[in-house]
């Protein structure tokens, strides 16, 4: 009898074991499941997502007005194209003067190639008739050019900005900049551009675009840090009307140091 039961315990521990390493087992399956259920493509499309909407600098503004402007910052969806790459259109403009952007381009996210050590592409081209385009995203679909039209207007490629995933523990979703050496670039002097973005997950996108002479000094761009634009809050922006920034007139020397107006 005693034989019996002692053989019952060791036969019981023993499914337990079983029965608890089956367990672990499926929890790793699973966990590589959910892993591998974030495709390329998830990625390129969270980017896509996150760089969306309205957003201004205005803080940053408050913060140095010597360095940096209240920019508006405005991007949207455009098109997309045959392989699944989307096409976002993207604007900036003083946020005294939405209706007159300065800057005006043509975002291609995509996943990066399998073989490079990055998860998105970010690829900014210039726009064939930028005229056509200004305030594209204010208009209703209506009014905008057609998703034809859009593709045989993507002009010349200007940059490239490589993304990845941020670490565990950082404020990031996505951070990431051009390869060493950056872009062709000839505006105020320069020889080459170099640009890094940082995606946030409180929804703000910080970017840095410089540019360099062949000697490597910087010609153009902040020296401080990058512009940090946060979204746009819900209410009017009519109590932005109390800030107090330099009239026009005086933009173009503060432009020789910390934004460039035309790559």
């Not at 490589?162 to 404020?171: A, V």
């Not at 973005?197 to 703000?204: A, M, R, T």
């Amino acid at each position: 009898m005693g034989t019996g039961s002692d053989t019952g315990r060791g036969g019981g521990r023993a499914r337990g074991f079983v029965l608890k390493a089956l367990v672990l087992f499926g929890g790793v399956l699973l966990l590589r499941r959910l892993r591998r259920s974030t495709t390329r493509w998830d990625h390129a499309r969270a980017v896509a997502r996150e760089i969306s909407g309205e957003k201004f600098s205005r803080e940053q503004a408050c913060r140095d007005p010597d360095n940096y402007f209240n920019l508006r910052m405005l991007t949207c969806p455009a098109t997309e194209m045959v392989d699944g790459s989307r096409v976002l259109y993207f604007e900036q403009a003083f946020w005294r003067t939405p209706q007159k952007p300065f800057r005006q381009r043509f975002f291609i996210v995509k996943p990066c190639p399998k073989e490079a050590k990055c998860d998105v592409e970010v690829s900014s081209y210039a726009i064939r008739d930028t005229e056509e385009y200004k305030n594209f995203c204010d208009r209703p679909k209506d009014q905008r050019p057609h998703d034809e039209e859009i593709i045989e207007d993507i002009a010349e490629h200007l940059t490239t900005i490589n993304l990845s995933r941020c670490e565990r523990g950082k404020r990031c979703l996505y951070e990431g900049s051009t390869t060493p050496g950056g872009f062709p670039n000839s505006w105020n002097g320069a020889s080459y551009c170099t640009s890094e973005l940082i995606i946030h997950k409180n929804g703000e996108v910080h970017t840095w675009d410089r540019g360099y002479d062949e000697e490597g000094n910087q010609v153009w761009g902040p020296k401080g840090g990058p512009y940090e634009f946060k979204p746009a809050p819900n209410s009017c922006y009519d109590d932005m009307i109390s800030l107090n920034f330099p009239p026009t007139k005086s933009l173009g020397k503060k432009f020789d140091g910390s934004f460039v107006m035309n790559e």
